[in-house]
């Protein structure tokens, strides 16, 4: 599968941004999709995942509150809706397609096989 992020920019404090994932393939809604961020001198966090039917949802504590993942399997795309936005959130946010867990969502980064090529947030003070 191959996957397109797209949506980040430039955003104030508090502000609010809405990522995409747009995925290729006709087996979508069979992969656990998950996003990940990526801070400037950083390591790779988990941010949230969902299950293949959209009916598990899994969310980093750093972000639960603020961020609603979502999936339409129709248009093959998953979406992050990021509210309440804090500088510290600034990164560029990428998208992850795991395999094998269907229906179950995990943040450990070696199942997630496919990866796009991620869309940079910057929020500023």
């Known amino acids: 599968v191959q996957l397109q992020a797209y949506g980040g920019g430039l955003v104030q404090a508090g502000g609010s941004l809405r990522l995409s994932c747009a995925a290729s393939g006709r087996t979508f809604s069979t992969y656990t999709m998950g996003w990940f961020r990526q801070a400037p001198g950083e390591e790779r966090e988990f941010v949230v995942g969902?299950?293949?039917?959209?009916?598990?949802?899994y969310y980093s504590d750093s972000v639960k509150g603020r961020f609603t993942v979502s999936r339409d399997n129709a248009k093959n795309t998953v979406y992050l809706q990021m509210n309440s936005l804090k500088p510290e959130d600034t990164a560029v946010y990428y998208c992850?397609?795991?395999?094998?867990?269907?229906?179950?969502?995990?943040?450990?980064?070696?199942?997630?096989?496919?990866w796009g090529q991620g869309t940079l947030v910057t929020v500023s003070s």
């Open positions: 992850a397609a795991d395999g094998t867990h269907h229906n179950l969502v995990t943040d450990a980064m070696r199942w997630y096989t496919y």
């Open positions: 969902i299950s293949g039917s959209g009916s598990i949802t």
